[in-house]
């Protein structure tokens, strides 16, 4: 059973950083895409970021390119957002997720951390 559970959300000022972390656990992800999505109220969920397990290639929305970074540490099966430079309109439901590398749906979903970005 796949499990990911994420952490890392809270209230930041603009201009401020937030660390997430979505740490997995159930299988072997070497084969796997994990990727970050979000959700703000009345909107529909959005791609932020993604990265390949066994390659360790990365892709970004252009919202997220040159202030968001995706990681991971193999040790802890662990993949990170860090975000800086936030914004009011980042606000939202984040969301880690994890696919099969052959597969174009993600699967499996962690139940989200709210990341709220006062002005």
Known sequence: ????????????????SLRLSCAAS??????????????????????VARFSWNSGSTSYSDSAKGRFTISRDNAKNTMYLQMNSLKPEDTAVYY????????PNYDYWGQGTQVTVSS
């Open 1 to 16: 059973q796949v499990q990911l559970v994420e952490s890392g959300g809270g209230l930041v000022q603009a201009g401020g």
């Open 26 to 47: 159930g299988r072997t992800f070497s084969s796997y895409v994990m990727g970050w999505f979000r959700q703000a109220p009345g909107k529909e969920r959005e791609f």
């Open 96 to 103: 880690c997720a994890a696919r099969k590398l052959q597969v």
